[in-house]
């Protein structure tokens, strides 16, 4: 089944929230140029798909793990206090990144890219949820085609914001593309994040949306350059009541 990796189509209207970000500058442009010249995957997930697409599908798992000091110490200090704010507001023990396992060695993650590692294994701070059921997507190929007819290309593959599309949101739509979503996965998943969303100004917003497309940009670049063995380190944000957190232990 084709996934449309190379196609380039942008779309600025993406983000639900009623909010006005800053007019496109460095990050947007370098981020559409590599869009452009090099498509909407990475050489990295070019190569993946190719090797492995076709292969069906026999488990998937939820992945978490505690957001990493350094990216969390960012986001608050760009927030001015709000994202450390928020984390108390609401209980929240530990902010945590989302990913897919498949098949118990493909981890499959959307951060400014969408990004795998192969030959994956279980860190020792991360914790897993078995999904249960049959996926529609049978093969690996099909799976990830019936998520990006849902969400459409560019949100699929782009558009990442680390309020609302972010990895959790990733996540949360390739599994209900698929048919396998379940109250209990939301459970595990799920953090909402609208508070923090009202509370950052559009400028923050704007400024961190500048950030990630630059780091998309540079992400294709570097994964092109190395035939697919560079990039940057992965990390995304959920967070997670500790009442529920432990439920999953």
């Given at each position: 089944m084709y996934i449309n990796m190379y196609r380039v189509h942008r779309d600025y209207a993406y983000d639900p929230a009623p909010v006005h970000y800053q007019p496109a500058y460095l990050g947007t442009l370098v981020s559409d140029v590599a869009t452009w010249f090099f498509g909407n995957a990475t050489e990295r997930m070019?190569?993946?798909?190719?090797?492995h697409g076709e292969e069906e599908i026999t488990s998937i798992e939820i992945g978490r793990i505690p957001l990493m000091k350094e990216i969390a110490s960012a986001m608050n200090l760009i927030t001015s206090g709000k994202f450390e704010e928020s984390k108390k507001n609401r209980g929240y023990d530990d902010y945590f990144h989302l990913f897919l396992v498949i098949n118990g060695k493909y981890?499959?993650?959307?951060?400014?890219?969408?990004?795998?590692?192969?030959?994956?294994?279980?860190?020792?701070?991360?914790?897993r949820y078995v999904v249960s059921g049959k996926p529609k997507g049978k093969t690996i190929n099909e799976f990830l085609k019936n998520t990006e007819e849902e969400m459409g290309e560019n949100d699929f593959w782009q558009n990442y914001d680390g309020l609302v599309k972010n990895c959790q949101n990733w996540v949360m739509q390739n599994l209900k593309a698929n048919n396998v979503y379940t109250q209990a996965i939301e459970d595990f998943t799920f953090q909402d994040t609208q508070e923090?969303?009202?509370?950052?100004?559009?400028?923050?917003?704007?400024?961190?949306?500048?950030?990630?497309?630059?780091?998309?940009?540079?992400?294709?670049?570097?994964?092109?350059?190395?035939?697919?063995?560079?990039?940057?380190?992965?990390?995304?944000?959920?967070?997670?009541?500790?009442?529920?957190r432990k439920m999953f232990l």
């Open positions: 070019k190569r993946f798909l190719k090797e981890r499959l993650e959307k951060n400014q890219t969408v990004n795998v590692m192969t030959g994956y294994s279980e860190k020792d701070n991360e914790e923090l969303q009202l509370e950052v100004s559009p400028y923050v917003k704007g400024a961190m949306k500048e950030v990630t497309n630059l780091a998309s940009g540079l992400d294709k670049f570097l994964s092109w350059i190395s035939g697919g063995s560079w990039g940057f380190k992965r990390g995304g944000k959920v967070g997670m009541p500790s009442q529920q």
